[in-house]
């Protein structure tokens, strides 16, 4: 159980931008939004194309299967509103083998970009509030994540104890990830829950997430050519339905006091997890939303609409505008 939850969306992974960079050289730190996908997509793919070289122009892209994948990807993100909202279709049409092939193809794009160098370093601020003595999550807190980045595992692994020798593995072991499940999960000592699961590949029957020196293009480009994909990945979206995980999930609102949201709209393709996490808060006090400007007042109305309303206690709801970095509660500080 949970006297504090933190509930992340995009944007406590949106990082910083320049004005002044061009396409991918906008991104100081962090990761695109969805808005933002086609363009990132089409810089990346743009960079596997031919090109010219001391020899003449290239007859091929530089690692054509990767290349073949994302381009696929890329063509989706601007055929449809939402990546996501192409993949429930795919889920309702019951087309199982293109989902699966979306979600590698998703999962690929997102391991490519993320690098430890440019990771929001949102995240290292607020995990010295609330990392234990153990490297652990302290236990008055969880965090409940909608986002399948890596944004918050690269963050947490620089304040684990028990590191690899490499110290470039990531481990399962403080982290709840839907579509995953292992014995070495221990749920009653797992407060730190992935909602729609990791876009992270992960070797099969293997403890550990691939080295980061494993993610490379070369790599992946080996695996799709040979066709030996031996690895799996969890993306699992809120429609895909899991009780037994969720039933893991819900004793963490039990008894939780204060929530913190950052950067999450309570979209209706996830109400059927939102609310029973929301509704069963029915010790909540405190509420602040972290969110730009534009969006908080948005994000207060869908809120409300979850809120238990056999609640005994009035619950205070603040809006924080100020996004520079992750809101602590004085709770934890004191």
């Known amino acids: 159980m949970s006297r504090v939850i933190y509930i992340l ?47 003449g122009m290239r007859s091929e892209p530089s690692h054509p299967c990767v290349y073949k994948e994302l381009t696929w990807l890329r063509n989706i993100a601007k055929d449809n509103k939402t990546i996501d909202a192409y993949a429930k279709k795919l889920y309702v049409k019951g087309l199982h083998g293109e989902l699966d092939r979306m979600k590698r193809a998703l999962t690929l794009f997102f391991t490519l970009i993320q690098s430890k160098e440019k990771r929001d370093r949102r995240y290292d601020g607020f995990l010295e509030a609330v990392v234990d003595n153990r490297g652990k999550m302290r236990s008055d807190v969880s965090v409940l994540s909608w986002n399948y980045d890596h944004q918050l595992e690269y963050a947490f692994h620089e304040f684990e104890i028990s590191k690899t020798s490499e110290s470039h ?15 070495y999960i221990d749920y009653d000592d797992s407060n730190l829950v992935k909602l729609n699961g ?10 550990y997430l691939f080295d980061d020196d494993d993610n ?6 080996s695996m799709l050519k040979s066709g030996d994909f031996n690895a799996v990945n969890f993306v699992s979206y809120a429609w895909e339905e899991d009780k037994d995980f969720l039933k893991k999930v819900m004793p963490l609102t039990y008894d939780t006091e204060y929530l913190v949201i950052i950067g999450y709209s309570f979209p209706d393709v996830n109400r059927v997890v939102d609310f029973p996490l929301i509704n069963g808060m029915k010790s909540l006090k405190s509420i602040v939303i ?30 924080e505008k100020n996004t520079n970095s992750f809101y602590v509660p004085i709770v934890l500080t004191i």
């Open 198 to 207: 990791m876009a992270w590949f992960k070797p099969r029957d293997d403890r």
């Open 9 to 55: 969306g995009a944007g406590a992974s949106f990082g910083t931008r320049n004005p002044k960079g061009f396409r991918m050289d906008r991104y100081e730190s962090g990761l695109p939004v969805m808005s933002e996908f086609c363009d990132c997509l089409d810089t990346f793919c743009a960079s596997l194309r031919p090109q010219y070289t001391l020899g």
């Open 290 to 319: 972290q969110d730009l400007k534009d969006e908080c007042e948005h994000i207060q109305r869908r809120l409300i609409e979850l809120l238990p309303y056999d609640s005994d206690n009035e619950i205070s709801i603040r809006l």
């Open 169 to 183: 593995q990531y481990q399962f072991d403080n982290i709840s990830c839907k579509g995953f499940t292992c014995q």
């Open 216 to 221: 490379t293009l070369d790599r992946f480009e």
